[in-house]
T-cell receptor, first 113, second 113 residues
Framework: TQLLEQSPQFLSIQEGENLTVYCNSS?????LQWYRQEPGEGPVLLVT?????EVKKLKRLTFQFGDARKDSSLHITAAQPGDTGLYLC?????????????FGKGTHLIIQP | DSGVTQTPKHLITATGQRVTLRCSPR?????VYWYQQSLDQGLQFLIQ???????AKGNILERFSAQQFPDLHSELNLSSLELGDSALYFC????????????FGQGTRLTVV
């Protein structure tokens, strides 16, 4: 059973459209991070959210942490081909467990020109 | 450039063999994490070291071992390799033992033939 479920798994949309990807769990996380990974590269941290209900914006990207700290979403406005990549959410379990980050399987996003 | 260096970038070896993957963390980072990424399993946490000591263990097989040296670089040893061990292996580092703000290397792609 995957601790963090990401949806959709694959998404292909046209340039200029908006999209939202989701990261859900039945567990509570003390923090949740979003990474973007390009082929042949390691994941690059985009944002960390730590407070329930927190919203963070990074240019056209909006990240939200659920009130109960069990889920998160990433919304991209006016998607561009440069946004193409694998988007991964990762959570640090509440309670301070030293289990490393738990990753979702990711959303493969393709933005077509 | 994340500042985390992994070598080698690619490795091809035969079943039954043993290999060593190397990771140099960002300057000043005390914590090193190893992850395995395969197409079907996503990013799986293997093991974490903090300032030379093992901190946490994830889904690491008994055939795999790791260590962190006094200069804080780390090595991941994979032995009795099987075809299913073919994957991308990532190292990440962070300043403290917490995963927040972890930075990933570019990975080592291991192919077992």
């Amino acid at each position: 059973t995957q601790l963090l479920e990401q949806s959709p798994q694959f998404l292909s949309i046209q340039e200029g459209e908006n999209l939202t990807v989701y990261c859900n769990s039945s567990s509570v996380f003390s923090s949740l991070q979003w990474y973007r990974q390009e082929p042949g590269e390691g994941p690059v941290l985009l944002v960390t959210v730590v407070t329930g209900g927190e919203v963070k914006k990074l240019k056209r990207l909006t990240f939200q942490f659920g009130d109960a700290r069990k889920d998160s979403s990433l919304h991209i406005t006016a998607a561009q081909p440069g946004d193409t990549g694998l988007y991964l959410c990762a959570g640090e379990m509440a309670g301070g467990g030293a289990d490393g980050l738990t990753f979702g399987k990711g959303t493969h996003l393709i933005i077509q020109p | 450039d994340s500042g985390v260096t992994q070598t080698p970038k690619h490795l091809i070896t035969a079943t039954g063999q043993r290999v060593t993957l190397r990771c140099s963390p960002r300057s000043g980072d005390l914590s090193v994490y190893w992850y395995q990424q395969s197409l079907d399993q996503g990013l799986q946490f293997l093991i974490q070291y903090y300032n030379g000591e093992e901190r946490a263990k994830g889904n690491i097989l008994e055939r795999f071992s790791a260590q962190q040296f006094p200069d804080l670089h780390s090595e991941l040893n994979l032995s009795s390799l099987e075809l299913g061990d073919s994957a991308l292996y990532f190292c990440a580092s962070s300043y403290r033992g917490k995963d927040t703000e972890a930075f990933f290397g570019q990975g080592t792609r291991l192919t077992v033939v």
